[in-house]
């Protein structure tokens, strides 16, 4: 049996221990915001945070993550409650087909969370491990400057919520 | 084909002493470190009902000062790597190298110990760790020994590593006395999660006008990361100038030898090789 802690929970996984995380998130505890896209840790569709960094979670077999905090893209907010980061994609068509979109924003969150600089450059490098094929990026990288501009500075928030 | 999980027996060990017996015991065992190449081999089908040993438990994953230089674990990550202040202050070339690989999500698992021992041709921290003459220090049943970077790869994907034998640490030692100057540069098809088509790494002292030292290496340009020995040899003692930078770019093709493949061609390689070589040399 397999302990971790997923989006604040404590979760256990009773099954393969080298099923992939991606696979225990989506299959067995139904959190299917993290998409498989290349199963090669190219796209980036499957990022997840672990420990609070990101990772492809079709790179981890779920055994590398006992004990460890992970964080979906479930954990930034709801239909009814959208984070900041969230609310700033859909008014600023960083989402379009959606496929990317769940990576980005925790790819786009842990580099705010941790303090990265919100200017084009950074928001780019800290993004540049996921691909869309809809937007050209530029809408992507404005939404999270967007987001970023309105949040408040990661030292002064007790838990800064991306 | 996908991989199968539950075709897959995992094992856990808390020592190395452990980890090397599992290793040994079975030559068909995969070490698992971040998991960044073995997982996209496994994903494809290809590593189903093999014994897995997960060495991320191991008390590798520490940078730390000895006598002779600086000890890096090889569980450190690339990202631990890139922020490391030691690794930045003294070995910037290999912090510049870890931030090129990949992008974040792979910099946060893929470890030095596990890039070393998968041998890429195209691996991004090799032409720093042979211009800082890295030494590997490996254990295995029969103890541990040292090998001079240079020696540690044998071909593409192969090492001197024998069955059961682990890298535990990569020593880089102190120069003697500071570089005058030094560059990375890795050439791919995009800055991120590119792998390189020629990646290149140069270490310059000056002295009296004249070379004191000069240590060239690059990557992708053969089945190993390669010194350009007959460059370095040419340069030694010799004043910098324009002509010598030409004329020692010349001796490229004599320590390596680039092919045609899905990433570029073996023209292509050569040129933008000796593009990077030249402005190395000239400092501009």
Not at chain 1, 24 to 52: I, N, P, S, Y
Request: include cysteine; glycine fraction near 10%; aromatic fraction near 4%.
């Amino acid at each position: 049996m397999i302990k971790l802690r997923v989006n604040g929970k404590p979760r256990m996984f009773r099954g393969a221990p080298f099923k992939r995380l991606l696979d225990v998130l989506r299959e067995d505890f139904r959190l299917t915001g993290a998409k498989e896209g290349c199963g090669e840790g190219e796209c980036g569709a499957c990022t997840v945070l672990l420990d609070g960094e990101p990772v492809n979670a079709c790179l981890i077999p779920v055994c590398q993550a006992a004990g460890r905090r992970v964080e979906t893209v479930e954990a930034l907010g709801t239909p009814e409650k959208l984070s900041k980061l969230q609310a700033s994609f859909l008014e600023r068509g960083g989402a379009q087909c959606g496929i990317c979109t769940p990576g980005m924003l925790v790819a786009a969150r842990a580099h705010l969370a941790s303090g990265g600089r919100p200017d084009d450059a950074s928001v780019r490098e800290a993004l540049a491990g996921n691909l869309c094929r809809c937007t050209g990026y530029q809408h992507i990288v404005e939404s999270v400057l967007a987001a970023a501009k309105g949040a408040k500075k990661p030292a002064k928030a007790k838990r800064p919520r991306a | 084909m996908r991989g199968d999980a539950r075709s897959m027996r995992v094992l856990a060990p808390r020592t190395p002493a452990e980890a090397s017996r599992a290793l040994a015991a079975d030559p068909r065992a995969l070490a698992l470190a971040g998991g960044t190449d073995v997982m996209v081999s496994w994903n494809m089908g290809l590593l189903n009902g093999r014994t897995v040993v997960d060495l991320s438990r191991l008390p590798w994953r520490r940078v730390r000062e000895t006598k002779a230089g600086l000890e890096l674990g090889a569980l450190c990550t690339h990202a631990d790597l890139r922020r490391h202040p030691d690794v930045r202050a003294r070995f910037p070339l290999l912090a510049e190298a870890c931030a090129t690989v990949g992008a974040a999500q792979i910099q946060n698992r893929g470890t030095l110990g596990g890039n070393l021992a998968n041998a890429s041709p195209a691996g991004d921290t090799f032409p720093p760790l042979a211009a800082y003459e890295a030494i590997v220090r490996c254990v295995g049943p029969t103890g541990r020994r040292e090998v001079p970077l240079a020696a540690f790869f044998t071909g593409v994907k192969r090492t001197l590593l024998a069955p059961g034998e682990l890298i535990e640490s990569v020593l880089l030692p102190a120069p003697p006395r500071p570089w005058t100057r030094s560059l990375f540069r890795k050439v791919g098809t995009r800055a991120a999660q590119a792998i390189s088509k020629t990646v290149f790494a140069g270490l310059l002292r000056v002295e009296k006008g004249a070379v004191a030292d000069v240590r060239l290496a690059f990557g992708s340009l053969a089945p190993t990361v390669r010194r350009l020995k007959a460059a370095e040899e040419f340069l030694r003692g010799r004043r910098l100038d324009a002509e010598a930078a030409a004329r020692a770019a010349d001796l490229l093709g004599l320590d390596v030898s680039p092919i045609d493949d899905v990433r570029s061609t073996r023209e292509y390689r050569l040129a933008a090789s000796r593009g990077l070589l030249i402005r190395f040399l000239k400092g501009d």
